[in-house]
Nanobody, 126 residues
Framework: QVQLVESGGGSVQAGGSLRLSCAVS????????MGWFRQAPGKEREGVAL???????KYADSVKDRFTISQDNTKNTLYLQMNSLKSEDTALYYC????????????????????WGQGTQVTVSS
């Protein structure tokens, strides 16, 4: 059974930083995808950052050069380092995982991820 547990959310002023963590257990995919998504009140869930099984990373344009996704395979933990936070980054952040496509590629498509954490709130005040 795949389980994901996020932590590290909180409140921060604009320009500040936070690091989110996601402890993952139970997945056995070789060509896996792991990612961070977020959902603000009244908005659809959107992709923030992805990491493929070979370490390839992808970022939404809105967070490029500010956020960094990484993983520690020895700890089965996914991270999201968020710098230069803006008020528009305020949202509930989720980590997710599933199998990549035949080539191991990942996509910012909510429907392609079947395993989700419970979410951690990030609030950025201006």
């Amino acid at each position: 059974q795949v389980q994901l547990v996020e932590s590290g959310g909180g409140s921060v002023q604009a320009g500040g930083s936070l690091r989110l963590s996601c402890a993952v257990s139970g997945y056995t995919y070789t060509k896996y995808c792991m990612g961070w998504f977020r959902q603000a009140p009244g908005k659809e869930r959107e992709g923030v950052a992805l990491i493929e099984y070979d370490g390839t990373t992808k970022y939404a344009d809105s967070v490029k050069d500010r956020f960094t996704i990484s993983q520690d395979n020895t700890k089965n933990t996914l991270y999201l380092q968020m710098n230069s936070l803006k008020s528009e980054d305020t949202a509930l952040y989720y980590c997710a995982t599933d199998q990549g496509d035949f080539y191991g590629r990942c996509f910012f498509l909510v429907g392609r991820f079947h395993y989700w954490g419970q979410g951690t709130q990030v609030t950025v005040s201006s």
